[in-house]
């Protein structure tokens, strides 16, 4: 039997007319922004001063894309015979995005809640450089964060206090990471 002529051209024009007739599910972005659930993996701000620089986000990152610098310094005693105290100071902190593979291990493994996920994802670069944040621009990204779901139970992130004020205060429970006891100095 020979083929109608045309057949092929109407069936594509149904299939066309079909599909101008649905709902679109494309948003014009950029001047639409997509409203993302509340939970999305954008980019991880860093809540410096609850970070001890303990380490253990870095050596568990899988990727190797977390670079922590930092530095000794020792709190003298604070009475007479007692203990000197030393602890981190951080001098840097930075994550490489263009390792990142967005996995989530740093933050889960952060005893301090140091890091959080932000649904913030416009920090494209033309530079491969500037997609490493250091650690004021993971800084700046805590003021995306969202607050918790109202049914998750969990608390918003709290700034702490800082190392060197918890060595000073002899906060031996959120410190230990951070700071280690030294012999009596006579
Ligand atoms: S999300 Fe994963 S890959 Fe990215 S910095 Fe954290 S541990 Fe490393
Ligand atoms: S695990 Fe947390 S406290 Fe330790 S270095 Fe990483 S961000 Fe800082």
Not at 35 to 42: C, D, I, T, V
Not at 73 to 78: D, R, Y
Not at 129 to 153: Q, Y
């Amino acid at each position: 039997m020979s083929p109608v002529p045309g057949k092929g051209l109407a069936q594509g024009l149904a299939v066309t007319l079909r599909s101008m007739m649905r709902p679109s599910v494309t948003q014009e972005y950029p001047h639409q922004r997509p409203e993302l659930p509340p939970r999305s993996r954008g980019v991880i701000a860093l809540l410096e001063e609850n970070c001890t620089s303990c380490m253990l986000c870095a050596r568990e990152c899988p990727d190797w894309c977390i670079y922590i610098d930092s530095h000794k310094e020792t709190q003298a005693p604070k009475t007479e015979g007692g203990r000197a105290r030393t602890y981190n100071v951080l001098d840097r902190f930075a994550i490489d995005y263009a390792l990142c593979m967005y996995c989530g291990i740093c933050i889960d493994v952060c005893p301090f809640d140091a890091l959080f996920w932000t649904p913030e994802f416009e920090y494209a670069a033309h530079d491969i450089h500037d997609l490493t944040h250091e650690r004021d621009r993971l800084r700046d990204w805590m003021w995306t964060v969202p607050a918790p779901p109202a049914d998750s139970g969990a608390e918003p992130p709290a700034s702490g206090r800082p190392a060197r004020e918890r060595a000073a205060a002899g906060d031996t429970a959120s410190t230990d990471a951070a700071s280690t006891d030294e012999e009596p100095t006579a």
